[in-house]
Antibody, heavy 112, light 112 residues
Framework: EVHLVEYGGGLVQPGGSLRLSCAAS????????MSWVRHTPGKGLEWVAT????????HYVDSVKGRFSISRDNAKNSLYLQMNSLRADDTAMYYC?????WGQGTLVTVSS | DVVMTQSPLSLSVTLGQPASISCRSS???????????LNWFQQRPGQSPRRLIY???NRDSGVPDRFSGSGSGTDFTLKISRVEAEDVGVYYC?????????FGQGTKLEIK
């Protein structure tokens, strides 16, 4: 069965850093573009970042450029999101997505 | 960036009756290869988003045939032929043609 499982969320102070991970199983991870998408009750869904199968291309929404970095390790079937200089408006549920398959999400809360 | 505009933002429908959601993009979603990367997602309360429709009108595996998508260029529609209780949630259109990818604001469907 195909699965995406995110972890690494939590409470962090403004200006802090967090690294999210996503473990994939049940499919050939290295064949797919992978993305991070976030959701907040007030703003809905927002596409955050996407990475090509071999990691050679990456795209980011403007609001996270220079602060977030997406990466992957195909040998470990894993996707990552390094988040630096976190702000209160980065508070959201973060999903790993294919997008035909989504994980259950990991909650990031940025607050002092 | 491409702006995705959905209407209505909320919908109250009697069980067994049809429902329709409109999505308009600020520029054409036709990609250079001729495909149009317009998707529809459903997010039920407390659940991760789930893709229903890809490339305007293609249903994902397991999606009931009461869901259908149509449109072209900049104007798209999701229709539910007969609303069931399990359809309650928020529906999002999403464009995957232009970076950054983007979602509509979401349409909340409830049962009348």
């Amino acid at each position: 069965e195909v699965h995406l499982v995110e972890y690494g969320g939590g409470l962090v102070q403004p200006g802090g850093s967090l690294r999210l991970s996503c473990a994939a199983s049940g499919f050939t991870f290295s064949n797919y573009w992978m993305s991070w998408v976030r959701h907040t009750p007030g703003k809905g869904l927002e596409w955050v970042a996407t990475i090509k199968q071999d990691g050679s291309a990456k795209h980011y929404v403007d609001s996270v450029k220079g602060r977030f970095s997406i990466s992957r390790d195909n040998a470990k079937n894993s996707l990552y999101l390094q988040m630096n200089s976190l702000r209160a408006d980065d508070t959201a549920m973060y999903y790993c997505a294919m997008p035909s398959l989504w994980g259950q999400g990991t909650l990031v809360t940025v607050s002092s | 960036d491409v702006v995705m505009t959905q209407s209505p933002l909320s919908l109250s429908v009697t069980l067994g009756q049809p429902a329709s959601i409109s999505c308009r993009s600020s520029q054409s979603l036709v990609y250079s290869n001729g495909d149009t990367y317009l998707n529809w997602f459903q997010q039920r309360p407390g659940q991760s988003p789930r893709r229903l429709i890809y490339k305007i009108s293609n249903r994902d595996s397991g999606v009931p045939d009461r869901f259908s998508g149509s449109g072209s260029g900049t104007d798209f529609t999701l229709k539910i032929s007969r609303v069931e209780a399990e359809d309650v949630g928020v529906y999002y259109c999403m464009q995957g043609t232009h970076w950054p990818y983007g979602f509509g604001q979401g349409t909340k469907l409830e049962i009348k």
